[in-house]
């Protein structure tokens, strides 16, 4: 098992710069979309975290506190050459510590269909219907864990 160090990354610095890039390449291009479409500007209140290799970024995901108890999972992505190694749950865990360091009960996100499976290993349950997200138009389910 891989070990990966998650690192926070400061709202507009070049580091995070990365992340806006590695996202729009995996979850918008894709898509025939763009993130540069999307309003971004919460994430100077959220946590926003990332695994590099050496300088290049690998893996990333926001982190938001919803309220005293909740918290939400955005844009957790991991480079697709990658994917299946590790590096998203290593994100994912460390979001999990970060929130019960800060008393959140509970984790939700907006799942893409296509990674349901990855969070049911993690202990996250599904309800709701499916249905599309109006920036990412595929199927998509909610997710939560209570921690």
Do not use: W
């Amino acid at each position: 098992m891989n070990l990966y160090v998650v690192e926070e990354v400061e709202f507009d610095s070049q580091r995070y710069e990365q992340t806006v890039l590695l996202r729009d390449r995996v979850m918008r291009k894709p898509l025939g979309l763009s993130i540069k479409n999307d309003d971004l500007s919460f994430e100077k209140q959220a946590t926003v975290l990332a695994v590099f290799d050496s300088d290049t970024i690998i893996g990333t995901g926001v982190l938001v506190y919803k309220d005293e108890t909740t918290a939400k999972v955005c844009f957790l992505c991991v480079d697709s050459s990658l994917q299946k190694g590790g590096v998203g749950r290593a994100i994912l865990e460390d979001m999990e510590k970060r929130s019960l360091q800060q008393g959140i009960k509970k984790i939700c996100m907006e799942s893409r269909v296509s990674a349901k499976d990855f969070y049911k290993k993690l202990g996250y349950h599904e309800y709701g219907e499916v249905y599309l997200m109006k920036e990412a138009p595929v199927d998509h389910i909610r997710m939560e864990k209570t921690l």
